[in-house]
């Protein structure tokens, strides 16, 4: 993610000696900075078609991860390229398969948690989007295993509680008690690699809040070699600054967001009733997953999936031009029985219901094949 190209080029320019040599490097202007190639609904849903076709039965073994709204997250991700998506998308896949995100309990990273560094705001914003507030300077480990592990728990808490229809989220970053030595280079690099990698398309805005002045000079010089999708979801917003506070206006209700960030709400993080809510949660997602089964728990049939050959596009449109010729003197069913046909083999064979787990209003993506930002 940007954010965390800022944390780390930052940490990594210790003076305005090695700023400045960084601003003479070699970049590259981002072509698509200043206009960025708008597809029309047929256009896009064409794209999303190739992907499904690349990535053959996997789409019909993970019928939700690979919803039309999945796949073109990891389109926009990949500036609408059908096959470089498709090779995200299955990447993905096999971190899950491995990594198995949904698995992880509060108990299992509480440590990390205890002066909340990173935490699920209890709100969403006026969007539906759900709230991270990242705090830098409140780091208090030093495993970077258990620093990820601790920031992969709360992107699936996040996206668990989404609203419905809703895939994206908020980050409000507070450099309060931040130091240059609050930021692990390691630390950042592994950030950046989980989050822009496996949770493609998941940021809508990304606050600074209060940062260090350096922050706000070193983003106007790599600002031109970003795309404007990109830039446009970082804001720099100051307390004492009235034209940036209305950022905050904009998305929250004032009633709700905490006083450090401008908000009416005097209250701040506390752990003890921080676990309550984890632990609520975790027994959501323990129902999601029995009632759906957990990602992983088809491991081996997704391996064989995974191991088979890609299709490229040329291949997919041909292959399915031939079977439409192939079947042009039968009759073909209705589409509704296909529809119905498929669904009830697929809910048979990962016990899914109604394709989707039950709840309550939530978007159930990432964590029982459903969609994966």
């Not at 999303?48 to 039309?68: H, K, M, Q, T």
């Not at 996206?159 to 280079?185: K, P, R």
Request: with cysteine; charged share 25%; net charge neutral.
């Amino acid at each position: 993610m940007v954010l965390y190209l800022v944390l780390w080029t930052t940490a990594e320019s210790r003076s305005s000696r090695s700023l400045l040599n960084y601003a003479t490097m070699p970049l590259r202007k981002s072509r698509s900075s200043a206009v960025e190639k708008a597809f029309s609904p047929e256009e896009q849903q064409a794209k999303i078609n190739d992907v499904r076709r690349i990535i053959g039965p996997l789409s019909e073994a993970l019928p939700d991860f690979c919803s039309d709204a999945s796949i073109s997250r990891y389109l926009r991700a990949r500036n609408w390229n059908a096959e470089k998506a498709s090779k995200m998308l299955k990447e993905t896949v096999k971190w899950r398969l491995k990594y198995k995100p949904e698995t992880i309990r509060w108990e299992d990273i509480a440590h990390e948690a205890a002066t909340g560094k990173i935490y699920r705001a209890d709100y969403l914003d006026k969007y539906g989007r759900a709230v991270l507030v990242m705090r830098p300077g409140f780091q208090n480990t030093n495993s970077v295993e258990g620093q990820i592990k601790y920031l992969v728990y709360c992107m699936e808490n996040a996206i668990l509680n989404l609203a419905a229809g809703q895939e994206q989220m908020v980050w409000l970053i507070d450099f309060q008690c931040w130091t240059m030595s609050s930021v692990s280079v390691k630390v950042t690099r592994e950030t950046a690699h989980v989050l822009q990698d496996f949770y493609p398309e998941r940021l809508a805005y990304g606050i600074l809040y209060n940062p260090p002045r350096i922050f706000e000079s070193f983003w106007k010089i790599v600002k031109p070699f970003l795309e404007h999708k990109t830039y446009k979801k970082v804001k720099f917003v100051y307390s004492d600054n009235v034209d940036s506070q209305k950022i905050m206006t904009e998305l929250f209700d004032m009633d709700k967001l905490e006083s450090a960030f401008g908000g009416h709400n005097p209250v701040g993080f506390d752990i003890n009733s921080y676990a309550e809510r984890m632990e609520e949660d975790d027994k959501k997602m323990d129902a999601l997953l029995n009632s759906s089964g957990s990602f992983f728990s088809q491991q081996q049939p997704l391996v064989s999936l995974l191991q088979q050959p890609e299709s490229s596009i040329s291949e997919a449109h041909s292959e399915a031009s031939s079977e439409t010729s192939s079947l042009s003197d039968t009759e073909l069913p209705k589409p509704e029985e296909i529809k119905n046909s498929s669904e009830k083999e697929i809910k048979g064979q990962f016990g899914c219901k109604n394709g989707v787990a039950s709840g309550s209003g939530i978007q159930h993506d990432l964590i029982q094949m459903r969609e994966p930002a």
